[in-house]
């Protein structure tokens, strides 16, 4: 049984460009949801994607947009970068109605 | 408004004692409660998870309770073991619009001495 992997492991943007950052959901699991950790905070819920339509959205802005895919994985898009977005971006899935989150390793995007 | 707050940024026990984290929350439309532990370059792993209906719930040497009235849970650890050190995030699940959201605290960083 694979678990959830996320790619790529790091990477550094600049201010004002777009970042995709991708994630495969583990095997039997159908719902993806997207986090983003900055330093020395716990993660906080960015969306959920369920059947490939999003089913729950926390506090960000639309440039924060995402996408499923028919074999569950997912995308992060993430519009006109801001410093503050630097941050560990965590991908985690799970069956729908279950507590049973897997997390990725995450994604480190640093913005510069 | 930090629903899920976790009021110690760090913890050093000495190996083989009990090491106790603790978590206090906000919402009581929160229907269950999570723990995971952190090391540094991976992702979250789930520890042990305990439903709003219950007390108490155990998993070898991990033990988590919860107290509705009070709005607090916390994470026993007996005896604790060097493997244990690394980061403890509390989370709370609840439904938002048609997802089911983890709302996490900030962490605890748990040292464990030899």
């Known amino acids: 049984e694979t678990g959830v992997t996320q790619s790529p492991t790091h990477l550094i943007k600049t201010r004002g460009q777009q970042v995709t950052l991708r994630c495969s959901s583990q095997?039997?699991?159908?719902?993806v949801s997207w986090y983003q950790q900055a330093l020395g905070q716990g993660p906080q819920f960015i969306f959920q994607y369920y059947r490939e339509e999003e089913n729950g959205r926390g506090n960000f802005p639309p440039r924060f947009s995402g996408l499923q895919f028919p074999n569950y994985s997912s995308e992060l898009n993430v519009n006109a970068l801001e410093l503050d977005d630097s941050a560990l971006y965590l991908c985690?899935?799970?069956?729908?109605?279950?507590?049973?989150?897997?997390f990725g390793s995450g994604t480190r995007l640093t913005v510069v | 408004d930090q629903q899920v707050k976790q009021n110690s940024p760090s913890l050093s026990v000495q190996e083989g004692r009990i090491s106790i984290l603790n978590c206090d929350y906000t919402?009581?439309?929160?229907?269950?409660f999570l723990w995971y532990k952190k090391y540094p370059a991976e992702g979250p792993t789930f520890l042990i998870s305990?439903?709003?209906?219950?007390d108490k719930n155990e998993d070898g040497r991990f033990t988590v309770f919860l107290n509705k009235s009070a709005k607090h849970l916390s994470l026993h650890i007996v005896p604790s073991q060097p493997g244990d050190s690394a980061v403890y995030f509390c989370?709370?699940?609840?439904?938002?619009?048609?997802?089911?959201?983890?709302?996490f605290g900030q962490g605890t960083r748990l040292t464990i001495n030899p």
């Open positions: 985690a899935s799970t069956l729908q109605g279950s507590y049973g989150y897997t």
């Open positions: 095997s039997g699991h159908n719902t």
């Open positions: 305990i439903s709003s209906i219950k």
């Open positions: 919402n009581s439309m929160f229907d269950y």
């Open positions: 989370a709370a699940s609840e439904k938002w619009a048609g997802a089911q959201k983890l709302v």
